[in-house]
């Protein structure tokens, strides 16, 4: 189904399922014998949207590295690893650099709050659709799970006045802040939230703020990001679930978020896919798959607001 300027959805539907997606891939990558990241509560996430397939990633019963030749997605798996590795890495470095308010925009079932070690006089503020924020709280909670930092959720549609909301949160505007938008600006906004958004970090951004991000677009805008999108479906369907990632992505020419943080004075570095594998340790990705989405349509990002 199209996106709609209305729709809403929670972690098994719409762009709520590509999170569970990405939560069943971090809960596969721990599970190796020498894993690039820990996320003990990526599983249960997963189990608890109770979607056939995404448990059977989650559990290591699917390879689908090795099907369809990566079902249109070349080593998912290490993907979100290298992704989720790049974002802690990231968090460890501006909380040594001294930021102490941090903000997850579209959090999904991000779990850094309950799994990363944070400085004390650390906060972390998610936000997210209220039905994402309460499915995962009260998921960990019933699992006993405890946040490891101050943790403080706004449960709103970024599509609504956000700012305010975390401001009625405590968010300070005069504290350096350091932002995560991980999965959010990769084509599920269109391109003019996308700059409504990054407008409105700016704005509640004080000197010594950091951002980080990863832009561009999941479906592409070639005829071979076309076909790759639709094995990825074909592949889905195969298994029992009905998920057209291209479908969910808005169409066109996506934000260069790096280029709009560097006309507004803020440091900026850019990154490749590969560069991410590198970090984190694995194996160069295939030279074919540096042609295919997302290596060759997404773009990651860190910034610094002196």
Do not use: C
Not at 96 to 105: D, K, L, M, P, T
Not at 217 to 242: F, I
Not at 264 to 291: C, M, T, Y
């Amino acid at each position: 189904m199209a996106r709609t300027e209305d729709d809403t959805w929670d972690a098994a539907s719409s762009v709520g399922a590509t999170a569970t997606m990405v939560a069943a891939a971090r809960a596969a990558a721990t599970r190796r014998p020498q894993p690039v990241i820990d996320d003990p509560f990526a599983e249960p996430l997963v189990r608890a949207v109770g979607i056939d397939v995404f448990n059977r990633l989650a559990a290591g019963e699917l390879d689908f590295d090795a099907e369809d030749g990566g079902v249109g997605f070349p080593r998912m798996t290490d993907t979100f690893a290298a992704r989720a590795r790049f974002y802690d890495d990231y968090f460890a470095q501006v909380t040594e650099a001294g930021v102490r308010q941090i903000v997850i925009v579209a959090a999904g079932l991000d779990s850094r709050a309950y799994r990363l070690s944070w400085p004390a006089g650390t906060t972390v503020y998610e936000i997210d659709q209220p039905e994402v924020i309460e499915f995962k709280t009260s998921t960990l909670s019933k699992i006993g799970a405890a946040p490891t930092v101050e943790h403080r959720t706004v449960g709103i549609d970024l599509r609504e006045d956000w700012p305010a909301a975390l401001r009625a949160a405590g968010f300070d505007a005069a504290a350096p802040t350091a932002w995560l938008a991980e999965g959010v600006l990769i084509g599920w906004l269109p391109p003019e939230a996308e700059v409504r958004l990054m407008d409105d970090v700016i704005a509640l951004s004080a000197p010594g703020s950091r951002f980080a991000a990863d832009y561009g677009s999941v479906a592409g805008n070639s005829p071979q990001a076309t076909e790759q999108s639709q094995r990825l479906a074909d592949t889905w369907r195969r298994h029992g679930l009905e998920l057209d990632v291209a479908n969910l992505a808005y169409p066109g020419e996506h934000t260069d978020v790096a280029a709009l943080l560097q006309g507004r004075g803020w440091d900026v570095i850019r990154f490749k896919l590969a560069d991410l594998f590198q970090a984190a340790g694995l194996p160069e990705l295939p030279k074919s798959a540096h042609e295919q989405v997302p290596a060759d349509t997404i773009g990651f990002v860190t910034a610094a607001l002196k």
